[in-house]
């Protein structure tokens, strides 16, 4: 067994070297092929600027918590936004192209949240394009181009809006503002989404290092001409930002002033701010690997687009592709609570309360949802949107079944709490917890035995459908109802005799000493892990013989070929807390390594689908560093430090700024 996973460790390597980073250190990915080129979001949490491998332009904005309908069945779907920060550059009349670029290569810095492209063109100039969502302005954005010219050259360079197709009722303009003697040249785009639901605007402007250019309007295209001499490098940008009238009333005048007060800032201060505020994140909640470029690597930029994604105090949560594309439709799902939440919670507690924010904002959508179906309390849906309604095509029979979500938010809020102890947080969001768990006593049902089941649902393993007793859904509603039971004793609120009850009834099968997947399961393939989250994350197979039998026997029934990212971040946290190194270090590289797509490893959801960036595989993976090579374990009272166990490769492991006391430990 040992030397099986040794070789599959060579084997995931060896097809890692087709696209390493060669050049690349611990904060920043370098490539220098276009070839089946994806993509790096930068994003700040409310908006996801999408790189692209063309000269000067970006592959699209997604923004974040916007829905409107799809053009292909009507289901809400993550709005694209306007591409402000294009540009069309022409050196000597002659305009830079995709195809008569030479040079290209394209640097990632996870550590400023900055993109920037490098390239040649002819023998006229050295060209650098770099991108930004501002991480201290959350609307706005920017881009920068440093020029130097190979000889004497003249310049034209005009900013242009791409609008997608899901946008319609497009106007443009472009006006010069005055205040006294201050000229604001301000170009700017309004459209409506696809169903007129919200307004979208996005204003720019042209900044410069020293003298102001004269900006003019050419079509759709506002810019300005310069000559420039060779070896004098020459630099500017564009700056502005995007809103919607989901946030903002007047979106456009909000737009406008994002430019008009780029402006004010000048270039450096803005990306001075941004910069800082980025450090600001990685001083509070950042992994440093000794001795494993590679892993370092990955893990930070697991981290970075975790980051990316996702802003503190703004009550909104995070999907599957984050912000680097419309997969899923941009719908929040278990993802959020099971897999991205809990390395939130531990380096980033702010951001994993807003997580919590948007379920709490839509408590009284889950109770309707609930009551539609003829239960009591709270029934949250599997795929949500803005509205908090159950987001899931009709087709999918997920939307109706897959309940286990309820359960696993509650049991995001009592780990929030039991993070924090925060008795007054816990008072005010206590409702969601209750309402959860009256959903649970009216969800199961009572059998002969005195026992109860919870019949006919899809499982956290997909592949079986209309099952009964399905194990985690079974045993995520027993730590929900055992959550709000504690939950309840330290507020001094009444407990439900239903609730102790149930928690302690609710069956989990075993046939030959074997916990059963759901009741009747023959050994059948499955999608990814169930049984072994019992273990891990939940607390309700504690058992350290049961638990290897649990792995020893489903590790050889998740889908080899399809199998998402998840199962294998999750084996290898139980495989560390087992000792198995061999096998918690192979489970490791799985988690990640199959899953990277050239040139800078973005994930997707399963070694054979291209569908980055997944964020739900990124936190599975950040699990297995924390919890599992480090030793952190999540119990009520806060976060406990065992010893943890480092692959062999690693020197040592820093875990900076865990819990609310931004605690740091070293693995040796």
């Known amino acids: 067994m040992v030397l099986k996973f040794k070789l599959l460790i060579l084997l995931l390597l060896a097809n890692f070297s087709l696209f390493s980073q060669t050049k690349s250190d611990e904060w920043h990915l370098f490539a220098n092929s276009r070839a089946n080129y994806f993509g790096v979001a930068m994003g700040n949490g409310q908006i996801g600027i999408v790189t692209d491998d063309t000269p000067l332009k970006t592959k699209e904005i997604i923004l974040n918590g916007v829905y409107d309908g799809s053009p292909e069945n009507g289901i809400s779907r993550v709005v694209r936004g306007i591409e402000f920060l294009n540009l069309h550059l022409f050196v000597n009349n002659q305009e830079i192209k995709s195809d008569n670029i030479s040079d290209w290569s ?40 440093e020029i130097t010219p190979l000889m004497d050259i003249e310049i034209s360079a005009n900013n242009y809006m791409t609008i997608p197709d899901e946008l319609k009722s497009v106007k443009s303009q472009f006006r010069i503002l005055k205040d006294n003697q201050y000229l604001m040249p301000i170009f700017g785009t309004t459209a409506k989404t696809l169903t007129g639901k919200y307004t979208v605007a996005a204003s720019t402007t042209f900044l410069f290092d020293g003298q102001t250019e004269t900006l003019k309007q050419t079509g759709d295209e ?47 201060n803005l990306v001075n701010r941004h910069k800082q505020a980025w450090a600001e994140l990685w001083n509070t909640g950042d992994i440093q690997i000794e001795g494993d470029l590679d892993a370092q690597q990955r893990v930070r930029f697991a981290l970075y687009n975790l980051y990316s994604f996702i802003r503190p105090d703004t009550r909104m949560s995070i999907a599957p592709m984050g912000l680097s594309s419309q997969g899923y439709n941009g719908h929040v799902f278990w993802d959020t609570e099971l897999w991205m939440y809990p390395t939130l919670l531990a380096l980033q507690p702010d951001m994993a309360k807003s997580c919590l924010d948007y379920r709490s904002d839509r408590l009284q959508k889950a109770k309707q949802k609930a009551s539609i179906y003829g239960y009591k309390g709270a029934m949250y849906p599997w795929e949500s949107d803005d509205t908090g309604e159950e987001a899931t095509p009709t087709w999918a029979l997920t939307g109706i079944f897959e309940q286990h979500i309820t359960a696993d938010i509650a049991i995001a809020f009592w780990n929030y709490y039991a993070l924090t102890q925060d008795k007054s947080w816990l008072q005010s969001e206590y409702k969601v917890l209750k309402e959860i768990a009256d959903f649970w006593v009216s969800r199961v049902v009572k059998n002969q035995d005195g026992s109860y089941s919870i019949l006919n649902v899809v499982g956290a393993d997909e592949y079986a459908q209309h099952v009964d007793d399905n194990a985690f859904t079974n045993a995520s509603a027993i730590e929900a109802l055992k959550n709000t039971i504690k939950a309840a004793t330290i507020l001094g609120e009444p407990i439900n005799p239903k609730w ?112 980055p960036y997944f964020a739900t595989g990124a936190g599975a993976m950040l699990q297995a560093v924390i919890f599992g090579f480090g030793g952190v374990e999540q119990t009520d009272h806060g976060l406990k430090y065992n010893k943890g166990l480092l692959p062999k490769k690693w020197k040592s492991l820093k875990i900076i700024g865990l819990g609310v006391d931004n605690k740091t430990i070293t693995i040796e």
């Open 106 to 145: 394209q640097v990632v810095s996870m550590k400023d949240g900055m993109s920037t492209t490098s390239f040649s063109f002819k023998d006229f100039a050295k060209i650098n394009y770099t991108i930004l969502a501002n991480r201290a302005i959350p609307y706005s954005a920017m881009a920068i181009v």
């Open 500 to 611: 102790t009850e149930v928690s302690e009834k609710i069956v989990i099968h075993r046939v030959n000493g074997i916990t059963q997947n759901y009741k009747g399961y023959e050994g059948q393939m499955i999608k990814q892990a169930d049984v072994n989250l019992l273990a891990y994350p939940l607390h309700i197979i504690t058992d350290k013989v049961q638990i290897e039998k649990d792995l020893d026997y489903y590790t050889e029934k998740i889908d080899k070929k399809d199998g998402p990212a998840m199962a294998s971040g999750v084996l290898s946290v139980l495989y560390s807390r087992m000792g198995n190194q061999e096998k918690a270090y192979a489970y490791f590289v799985k988690s990640y390594l199959p899953n990277s797509r050239p040139p800078f490893g973005v994930f997707s959801e399963s070694a054979n689908s291209n569908n």
């Open 222 to 268: 506002v810019g300005f001409t310069k000559k420039l001499l060779k070896g004098q490098k020459y630099r500017f940008a564009v700056a502005g930002g995007i809103c919607t009238s989901k946030d903002i009333t007047d979106p456009l005048n909000e737009s406008e002033r994002q430019p008009i007060y780029a402006l004010q800032q000048g270039i450096d």
